[in-house]
């Protein structure tokens, strides 16, 4: 009968689980195990006093009881955290911190939570006056306190300084006034070393093979976003990296081939071609006596001189041609070499290898939102979003902007356009020592505690 009386709702069906209730029941005499979140639901009358006092002062109006506006964060919160761990509530420049119930709503239904309404989220963004409060408490706050972007060790991403003001644009909805994605608005380029054309692989007559962006880029599992594009399942059936001639010992078949990766590894290898040819000699064209194997070699060799005249040059060549066979110093090479792709510049010292600028493609570039490819592949093209064909140079990021995303996420479009459909709502704790207090924690209003030792 109690119990009756006092439930606003039913309870979901992750907070009524039958695990729930035996992992988290406190009181035997709670049988609907409200004493998990609500401490005061429990048989002890300590609480009953301020309890009693809160009902008068709003007239004993039940609704009143239930909601009385923003709710601040309370010891129910402790609860919540107990299993929802590492979770902070959002940014550490926040005017105002909330309990976890002004968001997500208990007592609703008993199947799902119902998902944070955008209202939640615009009530503080769109306000001007919140917005500037947080924007002044951030310059107060050690920038080690706020969540980073590097810190996403799964991520290999390009990392970004955090916005002088932070993130306290005045947003109302997306489709009114939502601020071009910080990377088109900032002009951020591509810093990865490789080169490449989109405009070259995708035109029809500029290859021999023409390519769609299926060819190199594919989803992953969760159809979320692209795997990260290989030299060896992407690149390597057109550019071989084969650099020996053609001669008849081969019997039609090509020959060796260059090994990707390494420059030590491939200067190597090219100083030991009388052993990379005697193996590819038995292992691929099946010559097994010793004089055959011998001729080969030599066969071989004599092609590679009258090419290069010297080791030195063939190096050269390999390291140093680009598409076109060109070389500094106005020499040519019949193949292209690693400077087709690669950043690569003269060795620091004499009989030094050549060095190659690693490359790094970051797996993605709008980390602080969510995407998913293939719920947008029905009714559009990869193309319709990524303008890549007349895209010439590797620093362009090729990314959609906003308008883009407007034009169907909108009353007009049709397509939902909530907060939570592109951003996570919460922010994990970031446990960083502050440099400039050794041995002291940053709590999220910047006040300094000791650091657990």
Not at 164 to 189: L, M, N, S, W
Request: hydrophobic share 30%; charged share 25%; proline share 7%.
């Amino acid at each position: 009968m109690r119990n009756d009386f006092i439930n606003p709702g039913p309870i979901s069906n992750v907070h009524s689980s039958a695990a729930f209730v035996a992992i988290h029941t406190k009181f035997p005499g709670d049988p609907s195990n409200c004493s998990a979140c609500h401490d005061s639901a429990g048989p002890a009358v300590a609480s009953w006093q301020s309890k009693a006092f809160d009902a008068f002062q709003h007239g004993l109006a039940p609704a009143k009881l239930i909601k009385k506006g923003p709710i601040e964060s309370s010891a129910m919160d402790t609860n919540c955290l107990s299993c929802h761990g590492g979770k902070k509530f959002h940014q550490p420049n926040m005017a105002a911190e909330f309990a976890c119930s002004e968001c997500h709503k208990e007592h609703q239904s008993n199947g799902f939570m119902p998902e944070v309404n955008s209202g939640y989220c615009t009530s503080c963004h769109g306000s001007a006056e919140l917005m500037a409060a947080s924007s002044k408490m951030g310059t107060m706050i050690d920038p080690h306190a706020f969540s980073s972007f590097t810190s996403k060790a799964d991520l290999k991403i390009q990392s970004r300084e955090r916005p002088a003001k932070g993130y306290t644009e005045v947003i109302t909805a997306f489709d009114i006034d939502h601020p071009e994605f910080r990377q088109i608005r900032d002009g951020v380029r591509d810093e990865n070393s490789l080169k490449f054309n989109h405009e070259i692989h995708l035109r029809t007559g500029k290859i021999p093979r023409v390519l769609n962006c299926a060819d190199c880029h594919e989803r992953d599992a969760r159809g979320e976003y692209q795997r990260p594009i290989t030299y060896e399942k992407h690149c390597a059936e057109c550019h071989t990296l084969q650099f020996d001639p053609a001669t008849p010992a081969d019997k039609d078949k090509p020959g060796i081939y260059l090994p990707h990766g390494d420059p030590y590894y491939v200067r190597a290898y090219l100083r030991s071609l009388n052993i990379q040819y005697e193996e590819y000699g038995r292992s691929h064209q099946g010559i097994t006596r010793r004089e055959e194997l011998i001729k080969y070699v030599r066969e071989k060799k004599d092609g590679i001189e009258k090419l290069y005249q010297t080791g030195e040059n063939l190096e050269r060549a390999v390291f140093f041609a680009d598409m076109k066979g060109e070389m500094p110093g106005g020499l040519r090479a019949p193949f292209a070499g690693c400077a087709t792709c690669h950043a690569v510049s003269e060795p620091k010292s004499d009989n030094a290898t050549p060095e190659i600028r690693k490359v790094s493609v970051p797996d993605r570039w709008m980390v602080l939102g969510k995407f998913n490819h293939d719920l947008h592949q029905k009714g559009l093209a990869c193309l319709d979003c990524h303008k890549v064909l007349t895209s010439t140079l590797t620093s362009d990021l090729n990314l959609p902007p906003i308008k883009s995303c407007m034009e169907c996420h909108s009353d007009k479009g049709g397509i939902d356009s909530r907060c939570i459909r592109c951003h996570n709502y919460h922010n994990s704790q970031p446990d960083l020592i502050s440099p400039k207090s050794p041995g002291q924690l940053l709590s999220p209003a910047g006040v300094k505690q000791r650091a657990d030792p």
